[in-house]
C-alpha cells in the first residue's frame, strides 16, 4: 500500500509571532519556519507502517513556495521515499489544497492520505475533511491510534470525553491528533541518504486546480494583553479580591 502524507510549512512552533503594524497578517520575514507538527506525527506513522510491512512507499506532498522543498527533504530524512511539491508562491486556503490533493490522490493512489488534524498557522482544521468528501473517501480525524488490516483499518480517535474507535474501509483519509505518537529525529546517514531521493515539481495549473481564495481576511489582532499580577498579604484579602474584584468566587 502507498501512503501519502501532508507536510506544510508553517512558522515553527517555538516562535513568538508578530502580528504586522497593518493587522494584515502574521510577520514572517526572518522567522524560523518548520514542519507543522501534526505533520511530522503523520511521517512518523507512515514509516512505522512501512517498518511493520503494511507499507511499501512514502510519498510526502507539500504545497507552498519553492522553501516548501526543505519541509519535503525533512520528511524524507525521517524516512518517506519521495515528495512532490505543489509550488506556489499565492496563499492557498484549505479548499484548494484539498482539490490539489485529490489531484495528487487520483494520479498516485495511495492507500492511506494522512494529514495533520490542524496546520499550527491558520488552525482551519479542513483540509483532512474536504478532502475526504471530494475523494468519497472515508475519514478518521484526530486519531490517536491505527492498526491497518486487510483492506481497512481501525482508527481510534480522541473525542469529547474519551476515545471512540472506527472501522474504516480503505483508501481512506486520516488525520492525526498529538497523541498518535512521539516523531523520530532525522539520524545524520539518513539526512544525507535524503539529498539524493528525488522531489517531483508541479503547479497548480498543471493539476487543473484555481487557488483563487474563497475567504478574506478582515484582520489579525493580537490577543488581548495580559494585566499584570499583584501580591496580597493574607487569605482574607485573597478571598476578598477573588470575590470583589475578580468575580471569582
Ligand atoms: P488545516 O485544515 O489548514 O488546519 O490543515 C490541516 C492539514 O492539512 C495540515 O496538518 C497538513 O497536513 C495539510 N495541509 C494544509 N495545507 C497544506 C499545505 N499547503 N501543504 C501541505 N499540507 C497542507
Known amino acids: 500500500m502507498k501512503v501519502l502524507v501532508a507536510v506544510k510549512r508553517v512558522v515553527d512552533y ?44 512514502i510519498v510526502a506532498v507539500s504545497i507552498g513556495p ?24 499565492e496563499e492557498v486556503q484549505p479548499l484548494a489544497v484539498a482539490k490539489i490533493f485529490k489531484a495528487l490522490a487520483d494520479a498516485e493512489k495511495p492507500g492511506l492520505f494522512i494529514l495533520g488534524k490542524q496546520a499550527i498557522d ?18 478518521a480525524t484526530f486519531a490517536s491510534k491505527l492498526v491497518v488490516g486487510d483492506g481497512s483499518a481501525s482508527v481510534t480517535r480522541e473525542v469529547d470525553g474519551g476515545l471512540m474507535t472506527v472501522e474504516i474501509k480503505l483508501p481512506a483519509v486520516m488525520t492525526t491528533d498529538l497523541r498518535l505518537n512521539e516523531p523520530r529525529y532525522a539520524s545524520l546517514p539518513n539526512i544525507m541518504k535524503a539529498k539524493k531521493k528525488p522531489i517531483d515539481e508541479k503547479s497548480p495549473a498543471d493539476l487543473g486546480v484555481d487557488i483563487a481564495p474563497r475567504l478574506k481576511v478582515l484582520k489579525v489582532e493580537d490577543p488581548p494583553k495580559r494585566q499584570s499580577g499583584r501580591k496580597v498579604k493574607d487569605v482574607a ?5 477573588l470575590r470583589n474584584e475578580a468575580g471569582v468566587i
Open 14 to 57: 517555538n516562535v513568538k509571532i508578530r502580528v504586522k503594524p497593518d493587522k494584515t497578517g502574521v510577520d514572517l520575514a526572518n522567522v524560523k519556519m518548520s514542519m507543522n507538527p501534526f505533520d511530522e506525527i503523520g511521517v512518523e506513522e507512515a514509516i512505522r507502517l512501512k517498518e511493520a510491512g503494511k507499507a511499501t512507499e
Open 66 to 89: 519553492a522553501q516548501a522543498q526543505e519541509t519535503i527533504r525533512t520528511a524524507l530524512a525521517m524516512g518517506a521515499d519521495r515528495g512532490i511539491l505543489v509550488k506556489t508562491d
Open 122 to 139: 491558520d488552525d482551519s482544521n479542513q483540509t483532512g475533511q474536504m478532502l475526504a468528501a471530494l475523494l468519497g473517501w472515508p475519514q
Open 237 to 241: 484579602e485573597l478571598v476578598q479580591a
